[in-house]
């Protein structure tokens, strides 16, 4: 889909458009879950706004955004706050712009695997470039170099062993590019490992008193992963605290490494994780592991240092329930072709489902108020009830609704839900404290209609409602009649609410849970959102975009 072009923009309006791609990978309002790196969100023409804040007199404002967005902790992507950032470190427009960029490598690229998809997008746009560059320049190579040589001796061994190489890039292919010069001995012997290995490393630098305790680590490492025995290589793990990214292959499969591993991991990577653990066998009723995996997902304090969203929670039951995400149509023939051949995955642990379904019910805990005024409106038809939301297909787009709602109701003291019905909305009165289940049944019975997108707004503006923020969850927006002419206005219906309550900066987001993707609207207001499908980041996405922050 073509990106609506940029001219002509002030400066407030650039800083808009840069804010709304790092929150969701467009430079207009809309957001669409799936793979970023397939539908090529990550090329230059997507973020246009950057050259053109680059060519004004304030062009340090793009980091001064990036960094905020960064620190607030609400972009759900941050491949769109790295590749903002390359974007800056490569274009020629201003020169200020780009050392600035350069400054802020180590601020925002934090990890390892971050560092290596910097580097993977500064190449591409270098390479892309109407006059394409194929070296590293001298700032580049700079920043590069004070990424790994910041760190002290062991912290680089542990970056290196951790994580040797993404997105086809490895730590030996940018020293190689980058060459970094150092004093220490230590981190010599770290960057000889990483270009030569272990053997020569200990050649060089074995009689060496500062590189011992780097060598040492970087020997443990090695040991462990060329270890065949497996309960072995699980004391390994614990001994050394290893993580996830140390397992290699032929040990990803071992109930003993899995063990050991539960109580290293965070909990979303262990509910990401959790069906995989499953289909290997890990978590049969009466392994081991089910107890570990219990214990750490139903761990209230972690829960809440984590803020994990009930969204991720709901959505981990629904695919362990289904035995993993739903399949593409494509997926689903393939499986047919071959079904035979194909072992099924084991039945769900039941004591597993209950678990996650209390980390559900302690997850609200971790939800943030806004101290906004909210209006939900449902769509609680029958198609939306039996209709699955796109990109997550084991959760129908009614209970997704509920979820949103639910959220805000714990978190927020003015929610007014609704539904759609014939004429105008249907006031629905929940009770906060009730679960998941319990307000979907609730909402299941309420009436339905007509659905028009304007009729939450003329309902509020008829009552003189105060509303901040307007969420619509349908199954499409696009709705028309038979000559083809849409049915309802409903960006029309928002500007009219704003003007009669006076209240320039109510916003308005759709959801449209089975629409695979929407046309970039030419009004360009910045308060309006519109959502294709749902996703575990949907949310969080919605509390951004309420308290303003694109």
Same mark, same amino acid.
């Given at each position: 889909?073509?990106?609506?072009?940029?001219?002509?923009?002030?400066?407030?309006?650039?800083?808009?458009?840069?804010?709304?791609?790092?929150?969701?990978?467009?430079?207009? *309002?809309?957001?669409?879950?799936?793979?970023?790196?397939?539908?090529?969100?990550?090329?230059?023409?997507?973020?246009?706004?950057?050259?053109?804040?680059?060519? #004004?007199?304030?062009?340090?404002?793009?980091?001064? @955004?990036?960094?905020?967005?960064?620190?607030?902790?609400?972009?759900?992507?941050?491949?769109?706050?790295?590749?903002?950032?390359?974007?800056?470190?490569?274009?020629?427009?201003?020169?200020?712009?780009?050392?600035?960029?350069?400054?802020?490598?180590?601020?925002?690229?934090?990890?390892?695997?971050?560092?290596?998809?910097?580097?993977?997008?500064?190449?591409?746009?270098?390479?892309?470039?109407?006059?394409?560059?194929?070296?590293?320049?001298?700032?580049?190579?700079?920043?590069?170099?004070?990424?790994?040589?910041?760190?002290?001796?062991?912290?680089?061994?542990?970056?290196?062993? /951790?994580?040797?190489?993404?997105?086809? !890039?490895?730590?030996?292919?940018?020293?190689?590019?980058?060459?970094?010069?150092?004093?220490?001995?230590?981190?010599?012997?770290?960057?000889?490992?990483?270009?030569?290995?272990?053997?020569?490393?200990?050649?060089?630098?074995?009689?060496?008193?500062?590189?011992?305790?780097?060598?040492?680590?970087?020997?443990?490492?090695?040991?462990?992963?060329?270890?065949?025995?497996?309960?072995?290589?699980?004391?390994?793990?614990?001994?050394?605290?290893?993580?996830?990214?140390?397992?290699?292959?032929?040990?990803?499969?071992?109930?003993?490494? !899995?063990?050991?591993?539960?109580?290293?991991?965070?909990?979303?990577?262990?509910?990401?994780? @959790?069906?995989?653990?499953?289909?290997?066998?890990?978590?049969?009723?009466? /392994?081991?592991?089910?107890?570990?995996?219990?214990?750490?997902?139903?761990?209230?304090?972690? @829960?809440?240092?984590?803020?994990?969203?009930?969204?991720?929670?709901?959505?981990?039951?629904?695919?362990?329930?289904?035995?993993?995400?739903?399949?593409?149509?494509?997926?689903?023939?393939?499986?047919?072709?071959?079904?035979?051949?194909?072992?099924?995955?084991?039945?769900? #642990?039941?004591?597993?489902?209950?678990?996650?379904?209390?980390?559900?019910?302690?997850?609200?805990?971790?939800?943030?108020?806004?101290?906004?005024?909210?209006?939900?409106?449902?769509?609680?038809?029958?198609?939306?009830?039996?209709?699955?939301?796109?990109?997550? /297909?084991?959760?129908?787009?009614?209970?997704?609704?509920? @979820?949103?709602?639910?959220?805000?109701?714990?978190?927020?003291?003015?929610?007014?839900?609704?539904?759609?019905?014939?004429?105008?909305?249907?006031?629905?009165?929940?009770?906060?404290?009730?679960?998941? =289940?319990?307000?979907?049944?609730?909402?299941?019975?309420?009436?339905?209609?007509?659905?028009?997108?304007?009729? *939450?707004?003329? !309902?509020?503006?008829?009552?003189?409602?105060?509303?901040?923020?307007?969420?619509?969850?349908?199954?499409?927006?696009?709705?028309?009649?038979?000559? =083809?002419?849409?049915?309802?206005?409903?960006?029309?219906?928002?500007?009219?609410?704003?003007?009669?309550?006076?209240?320039?900066?109510?916003?308005?987001?759709?959801?449209?849970?089975?629409?695979?993707?929407?046309?970039?609207?030419?009004?360009?207001?910045?308060?309006?959102?519109?959502?294709?499908?749902?996703?575990?980041?949907?949310?969080?996405?919605?509390?951004?975009?309420?308290?303003?922050?694109?």
């Amino acid at each position: 889909m073509a990106e609506p072009a940029l001219s002509g923009d002030s400066l407030i309006q650039l800083e808009v458009r840069l804010c709304q791609y790092l929150y969701v990978g467009k430079e207009y *309002p809309n957001y669409q879950p799936g793979n970023w790196f397939f539908h090529k969100y990550y090329e230059e023409g997507r973020v246009q706004s950057i050259k053109k804040i680059a060519e #004004t007199q304030n062009p340090l404002v793009a980091i001064d @955004l990036i960094k905020k967005a960064f620190e607030r902790k609400l972009v759900q992507n941050s491949e769109t706050l790295i590749f903002a950032l390359a974007v800056c470190a490569r274009q020629t427009e201003n020169e200020n712009l780009r050392h600035a960029a350069y400054n802020a490598i180590k601020t925002i690229c934090t990890t390892p695997q971050h560092f290596i998809l910097f580097v993977k997008f500064a190449s591409q746009i270098a390479k892309s470039a109407p006059e394409p560059k194929h070296g590293w320049g001298a700032g580049w190579r700079k920043a590069v170099n004070e990424w790994y040589l910041s760190k002290d001796a062991l912290d680089l061994a542990k970056c290196v062993t /951790g994580c040797k190489g993404r997105y086809g !890039w490895t730590h030996k292919d940018i020293v190689k590019l980058s060459h970094p010069k150092t004093d220490d001995i230590a981190k010599k012997a770290v960057l000889k490992y990483v270009l030569f290995g272990l053997k020569e490393t200990i050649k060089d630098f074995g009689d060496k008193p500062e590189a011992a305790e780097v060598i040492e680590y970087i020997q443990k490492i090695e040991n462990f992963k060329h270890c065949e025995d497996q309960v072995l290589a699980g004391r390994l793990l614990e001994l050394h605290n290893l993580t996830l990214d140390h397992v290699p292959g032929h040990l990803l499969k071992s109930e003993e490494v !899995w063990n050991s591993l539960i109580p290293t991991m965070n909990i979303t990577m262990l509910l990401h994780n @959790l069906q995989r653990m499953h289909n290997i066998g890990i978590l049969e009723p009466t /392994g081991t592991a089910v107890d570990k995996v219990v214990d750490e997902i139903c761990n209230q304090e972690k @829960l809440l240092k984590e803020k994990i969203h009930p969204a991720l929670v709901l959505i981990t039951i629904k695919n362990y329930e289904k035995s993993g995400p739903a399949l593409s149509y494509e997926k689903q023939k393939a499986r047919k072709a071959k079904a035979r051949s194909v072992i099924p995955p084991p039945k769900p #642990t039941r004591k597993i489902i209950e678990a996650l379904y209390k980390t559900l019910g302690y997850s609200f805990n971790s939800l943030a108020p806004t101290g906004l005024r909210y209006m939900i409106t449902i769509d609680m038809s029958k198609a939306m009830q039996d209709n699955s939301a796109w990109r997550c /297909g084991n959760l129908s787009s009614a209970e997704a609704g509920c @979820l949103i709602a639910l959220c805000l109701l714990r978190s927020e003291n003015n929610v007014t839900v609704a539904t759609f019905k014939n004429i105008g909305v249907h006031i629905v009165y929940l009770n906060k404290n009730a679960s998941l =289940g319990q307000i979907v049944k609730k909402m299941k019975q309420m009436p339905t209609g007509e659905v028009n997108l304007e009729k *939450p707004m003329i !309902w509020a503006a008829q009552k003189s409602e105060e509303i901040d923020v307007f969420i619509n969850v349908v199954d499409v927006v696009d709705k028309r009649c038979g000559n =083809g002419a849409r049915t309802d206005n409903p960006r029309k219906a928002i500007k009219e609410y704003r003007s009669k309550m006076e209240l320039k900066n109510a916003k308005l987001v759709t959801c449209a849970m089975t629409t695979a993707q929407m046309v970039p609207h030419s009004d360009d207001d910045k308060n309006t959102l519109t959502i294709c499908g749902f996703d575990e980041n949907v949310p969080k996405i919605i509390e951004a975009f309420a308290r303003s922050l694109f």
